[in-house]
């Protein structure tokens, strides 16, 4: 039972999955110290949330439609933001790199077993900075120098529209969603994207990721 002087944890759960996010409001509300405030899903609707409840913690998806990497970099300016805890299926180490960088106190990956998520938002709230045990060796190997450069990076021979998909792909788009905020098909996403990386020499999306954050198209 909570003591009167100990703080329930406020959260915002805002994930573009229903059946995720009544699982996390289960699994959360069934703490003493925890309690769901609201959910989110989408970018719009996130920051809104954000903005007229003031929750202590976010649980954000990376790739939920108008990106995560948006969303928590819009949350971090506020004058008093709340922790965010990234909650996300990519166990990647540029996008570990960058949502630390943009401000998540943590980052945990949605295969992560239930205890682990409590840790880890009890955790964030004591101030501490939570990152998934997979990801640790990740973040120490980007803290190692890269010996590869840049000045040989073929970006300026793709077309404006091929650089446009590369980032919202990076970004967490899917070929649809691009192929609305383009107005395009999904064929023609997919060519671009294909073309993309066959000049980029990028074999899959992992290493257009780490592409795509070297060049800071994940910051824009």
Excluded at 73 to 79: D, K, Q, S, V, Y
Excluded at 139 to 164: G, K, N, Y
């Amino acid at each position: 039972m909570i003591q009167d002087d100990e703080r329930v944890t406020r959260i915002l759960i805002a994930d573009d999955h229903a059946v995720l996010r009544a699982g996390l409001r289960m699994l959360i509300n069934a703490q003493a110290d925890m309690e769901v405030i609201a959910e989110a899903k989408d970018v719009l609707e996130t920051l809104d949330a954000v903005r007229r409840l003031h929750p202590d913690l976010v649980l954000l998806d990376l790739s939920m439609p108008g990106s995560g990497f948006r969303a928590l970099r819009e949350i971090h300016a506020l004058p008093d933001p709340p922790r965010v805890l990234v909650l996300t299926m990519h166990e990647d180490e540029e996008y570990l790199r960058e949502a630390l960088r943009l401000g998540a106190a943590g980052y945990i990956v949605k295969a992560a077993a239930d205890q682990e998520l409590l840790s880890a938002i009890r955790a964030v709230m004591r101030g501490d900075v939570y990152i998934h045990p997979s990801m640790t060796r990740a973040l120490l190997d980007t803290l190692l120098p890269t010996t590869e450069s840049l000045t040989q990076d073929p970006w300026d021979t793709l077309s404006e529209r091929e650089q446009q998909v590369i980032r919202l792909v990076a970004l967490g788009y899917t070929n649809r969603e691009i192929a609305a905020q383009l107005y395009l098909s999904v064929k023609t996403v997919e060519t671009y994207r294909s073309r993309a990386m066959r000049k980029l020499g990028l074999r899959n999306r992992a290493q257009l990721v780490q592409y795509a954050a070297r060049r800071g198209l994940l910051n824009e």
